[in-house]
T-cell receptor, first 119, second 113 residues
Framework: SQTIHQWPATLVQPVGSPLSLECTVE??????LYWYRQAAGRGLQLLFY??????ISSEVPQNLSASRPQDRQFILSSKKLLLSDSGFYLC??????????????????FGPGTRLLVL | EDQVTQSPEALRLQEGESSSLNCSYT??????LFWYRQDPGKGPEFLFT???AGEEKEKERLKATLTKKESFLHITAPKPEDSATYLC??????????????FGTGTRLTIIP
């Protein structure tokens, strides 16, 4: 079965410290992977997406970076955290299960998330 | 730019009291509209994908409908376990290759026993 893992679940970091969040997917190969951030009172915002190893696209300019060193591994990093980096970070992967009326039947499944608090 | 607006922000219902949540959207070309359920401290759980106006999908006490400008999530005879935040998202057909989802801020639903 397909599953998605994120760790750590919770993280408290001081301003200026580095960050590394990891996401791994099981039960699939060559998935499209996404990093979203959910801030209080705001909708989920897409940060990065990846269609394959070493292929990263950024949606918004920011203090963060992403890497995909392996097919089913997606990493979110920062060299120096800011207070504004606090939030709930979610990894997702695209699942498609066929077509109907010429349209791809698909969705994105989300991981359990990492709660990051920068102090 | 794609936009999604959900209303109301919060809704409190008595157990068994049916209601609807609204999702209004602006997108150049709709590729798909998605509904998710999110419990506190957890990742969103997929409910439905709708693709064209007039489409409806059902799951237990939930039914999602779609028009050219909005979607409704109807909840019939809700139970306390239906309490959660319900998120709506759209996918623009311009975003082929990344399948980006644009989310609303959600409706926080509370069902009182």
């Amino acid at each position: 079965s397909q599953t998605i893992h994120q760790w750590p679940a919770t993280l408290v970091q001081p301003v200026g410290s580095p960050l590394s969040l990891e996401c791994t997917v099981e039960g699939t190969s060559n998935p499209n992977l996404y990093w979203y951030r959910q801030a209080a009172g705001r909708g989920l915002q897409l940060l990065f997406y990846s269609v394959g190893i070493g292929q990263i696209s950024s949606e918004v300019p920011q203090n963060l970076s992403a890497s995909r060193p392996q097919d089913r591994q997606f990493i979110l990093s920062s060299k120096k955290l800011l207070l504004s980096d606090s939030g709930f970070y979610l990894c997702a992967w695209r699942v498609a299960w066929g077509t109907s009326g010429g349209r791809s039947q698909e969705t994105q499944y989300f991981g359990p998330g990492t709660r990051l608090l920068v102090l | 730019e794609d936009q999604v607006t959900q209303s109301p922000e919060a809704l409190r219902l008595q157990e068994g009291e049916s209601s609807s949540l609204n999702c209004s959207y602006t997108v150049s070309g709709l590729r798909g509209l998605f509904w998710y359920r999110q419990d506190p401290g957890k990742g969103p759980e997929f409910l439905f994908t709708l693709y064209s106006a007039g489409e409806e999908k059902e799951k237990e006490r939930l039914k999602a409908t779609l028009t050219k400008k909005e979607s409704f999530l109807h909840i019939t005879a809700p139970k306390p376990e239906d309490s959660a935040t319900y998120l709506c998202a759209v996918q623009d057909n311009r975003n082929f290759g990344n399948e980006k989802l644009t989310f609303g801020t959600g409706t926080r639903l509370t069902i009182i026993p």
